[in-house]
């Protein structure tokens, strides 16, 4: 089955700075990489996705690149505000399909005011 | 739309008991699922389902049992309780099985195990 693994498992930056959580994983076959964002004792919720088409995708402060080549993808959050502090996990497709995802470990960001 | 929705929020169990955590949703999708969430570990698929009558075990399904007899409910039912099954548990679905979709995510049920 596919295996994502994800760094670094924590990351503190000041307001302002930028934020960058990577996830590599192993089957060649996977096409879809969303990033999910999950405030303490909420649920986690989608911030954005990539499909294996395109390299880059942005949304404001937020954007994603992929590298199918190394099978790795990143997260980019640029001007971080305190807001941003959540645990983000990336996932990706497993045993073949697009809905079944495998989850990265978590990456705790700590925006520090 | 209420989204997808679980119940009960909080449990506390003895060693050996059943119980069965609901989850429903009401936006017709297709796809549901089942994860554990433990410190450190993210998310962990236990079971999940395609459709009514169709489920599949996922990473983790040992002591999990499913049924998926309609599109709205799929619950997940814990036939004798361990504290291994200590845990937040997360209902996600999402709309139909190709290509990527977003999971939408219940808002999770707190489970210890005594």
């Known amino acids: 089955g596919e295996n994502v693994e994800q760094h670094p498992s924590t990351l503190s930056v000041q307001e302002g700075d930028s934020a960058v959580i990577k996830c590599t994983y192993s089957?060649?076959?996977?096409?879809?990489f969303p990033w999910y964002k999950q405030e303490l004792g909420k649920r986690p919720q989608l911030i954005i996705d990539?499909?294996?088409?395109?390299g880059e995708k942005k949304d404001q402060r937020i954007a994603v690149t992929l590298n199918k080549t190394a099978k790795h993808f990143s997260l980019h959050i640029t001007e971080t505000q305190p807001e941003d502090s959540a645990v983000y996990f990336c996932?990706?497709?497993?045993?073949?399909?697009?809905?079944?995802?495998?989850f990265g470990k978590g990456t705790l960001l700590t925006v520090n005011p | 739309n209420a989204g997808v929705t679980q119940t009960p929020k909080f449990q506390v169990l003895k060693t050996g008991q059943s119980m069965t955590l609901q989850c429903a949703q009401d936006?017709?999708?297709?796809?549901m699922s089942w994860y554990r969430q433990d410190p450190g570990m993210g998310l962990r698929l236990i079971h999940y389902?395609?459709?009514?009558?169709?489920?599949d075990q996922g990473e983790v399904p040992n002591g999990y049992n499913v049924s998926r007899s309609t599109t709205e409910d799929f619950p997940l039912r814990l036939l004798s309780a361990a504290p291994s099954q200590t845990s937040v548990y997360f209902c996600?679905?999402?709309?139909?099985?190709?290509?990527?979709?977003?999971?939408?995510f219940g808002p999770g049920t707190r489970l210890t195990v005594l």
């Open positions: 996600a679905s999402s709309y139909g099985t190709s290509g990527g979709n977003e999971q939408f």
């Open positions: 990539i499909r294996s088409n395109v």
């Open positions: 089957d060649s076959a996977s096409n879809y």
């Open positions: 996932a990706a497709p497993s045993g073949g399909s697009n809905y079944k995802l495998t």
């Open positions: 389902s395609v459709g009514a009558g169709i489920t």
């Open positions: 936006m017709n999708h297709e796809y």
